[in-house]
């Protein structure tokens, strides 16, 4: 039997970002993917006018109900929407003693609508960030996280060291927004590695990072060591942002068809 990844996420009725990318990316990595929904997103290719958070409860019963009947690998988390969903979900993970867990701490939407209120923000930083095995900010959340402008290399390991403090096992800030190379950096507490690729131009792109810490996650199911993870997943990015597919109006997204090496 495959592995099986819970995903903790926000829903995205265009499919592009959320738990339904994740799905999508546990299904091309051959993992069995299950999702709890924190949050109802009002979005589509164009950008998002509105989100509604679920309960709190109605996000733990979700979780409850799929722990009592699927044993679990590994877990993804993403958007969690408020600071009282983070203090219900953070005892689940410790009662049910869950790991791996790849964080991909989603703060803002890419048009800047705010995903995560102030008080999340900070008892994930304090209390959700030591439960991880690696936490997958990008360029913009990793200023917020950190208080460092992050703009280049130097940036990003200052930023990777501060965020690393909160308790994490491991960093990986990804760099797709860098104007070079599109290099993502991994810090362990100890040392440095960086994962380099080309950069493609494509038009405005939609849920990168949940497919990044997605494929991260499903191949830590499988016993995949980090640095090989991060490698395959990044290459299963670079391939699919050479043919991004355009569903709707606004940003494209990354396309299914394309399947991990």
């Not at 990595?29 to 709190?56: C, D, K, M, R």
């Not at 997958?136 to 390991?157: F, H, I, W």
């Amino acid at each position: 039997m495959n592995p099986k990844v819970l995903t903790i996420a926000g829903f995205d009725p265009s499919g592009g970002a959320g738990v339904v990318a994740d799905l999508r990316t546990f299904a091309v990595f051959e993992v069995w993917g299950v999702a709890a929904v924190t949050s109802i997103t009002y979005q589509n290719t164009s950008g998002i006018s509105g989100v509604y958070h679920l309960p709190p409860q109605a996000v733990l019963r979700q979780l409850e109900a799929i722990v009592s009947d699927i044993s679990i690998d590994a877990v993804k988390i993403g958007m969690l929407g408020s600071e009282e969903t983070i203090a219900i979900i953070i005892p689940f993970l410790q009662r049910h003693r869950l790991s791996p867990i790849v964080i991909d701490p989603v703060l803002k939407s890419s048009s800047g609508y705010p995903l995560l209120d102030e008080g999340g923000i900070k008892l994930l930083k304090e209390k959700l960030f030591p439960l991880a095995e690696v936490v997958t900010p990008n360029l913009a959340e990793s200023s917020t996280l950190s208080g460092v402008v992050v703009s280049t290399l130097q940036d990003m390991k200052e930023a990777a060291r501060i965020i690393h403090s909160y308790g994490p096992k491991n960093v990986v800030i990804t760099g797709g927004h860098l104007k070079q190379k599109a290099t993502d950096l991994l810090y362990d507490g100890k040392e440095y590695a960086l994962f380099d690729t080309p950069k493609i131009k494509t038009p405005s792109m939609h849920g990168i990072g949940c497919t990044f810490s997605s494929a991260i996650a499903a191949q830590l199911s499988r016993g995949v060591e980090l640095k090989v993870a991060i490698k395959k997943a990044k290459h299963y990015i670079l391939r699919s942002l050479q043919q991004p597919l355009k569903i709707g109006e606004g940003r494209r997204v990354l396309d299914p068809s394309i399947r991990p090496d």
